[in-house]
């Protein structure tokens, strides 16, 4: 079955950087689709970005754009979130996600505070 490990979070102060992996078993990752959401305390659960099955296409959301790079390591089966000039506004729960999947792993903590 489907399980996702997201790991990397922390309390970083503003304009920091941090570096999100997600580990994943149970299926072929090679083939699928991959995504980052994120969800802040009291909102819902909102999509961060989306990465093609080879890498050859990304995509984010707006609030993220220009700060954030999503990339993949096929021959490690793990998904990566790359987060620079982080902003107070993206403090949330961070979660990978593949969209065939009802399954949400247990995500990571980012806190962006000084």
């Known amino acids: 079955q489907v399980q996702l490990v997201e790991s990397g979070g922390g309390l970083v102060q503003p304009g920091g950087s941090l570096r999100l992996s997600c580990a994943a078993s149970?299926?072929?990752?090679?083939?699928?689709?991959m995504m980052w959401y994120r969800q802040a305390a009291g909102k819902e659960r909102e999509w961060v970005a989306v990465i093609y099955s080879d890498g050859t296409y990304t995509n984010y959301a707006d609030s993220v754009k220009g700060r954030f790079t999503i990339s993949r390591d096929n021959a490690k089966n793990t998904v990566y979130l790359q987060m620079n000039s982080l902003k107070p506004e993206d403090t949330a729960v961070y979660f990978c996600k593949k969209p065939t999947s009802d399954y949400w792993g247990q995500g990571t903590q980012v806190t962006v505070s000084s």
């Open positions: 149970g299926f072929t990752f090679s083939s699928s689709v």
